[in-house]
């Protein structure tokens, strides 16, 4: 398996407002639920993943919890596939091993 392309998580989901000094598309003091990460320690600032919408507005903090839960899902999805790979199809019913593998090419560009 090769090493992922997407940045590394874990990503969590915050509310910022912007300042001038941001670096964003959009008007100062209006507020918006983003996705972030702090993936490299040695550096204090958080790496913006997402912008997911005005706050506080309900779709924008689901939109943001399901990206920010991204990595972990595209992880457990690899793990269900390779343990399917792994064992009788009758051991797993109802579970669709080429659908699962459709999503993770879907998430990771077929890079995997």
């Known amino acids: 398996m090769s090493k992922p392309m997407h940045t590394p998580g874990p990503w ?34 958080e790496l913006l993943i997402a912008l997911c919408g005005d706050y506080p507005d309900s779709a ?17 999805l690899k793990s269900v596939l390779n343990a399917l790979e792994d064992s009788a199809p009758e051991a797993m019913p109802g579970i669709d091993g080429e659908l699962i593998a459709q999503v993770i090419a879907k998430a990771t560009g077929g890079a995997e």
């Open 12 to 45: 969590t989901v915050a509310v910022y407002t912007f300042t001038e000094t941001m670096r964003a598309r959009t008007e100062v003091g209006t507020r918006h639920v983003s996705v972030c990460t702090n993936h490299d320690k040695a550096k204090s600032e």
């Open 60 to 76: 924008s903090m689901a939109d943001a919890r399901l990206i920010a839960a991204a990595p972990e899902m595209l992880e457990v």
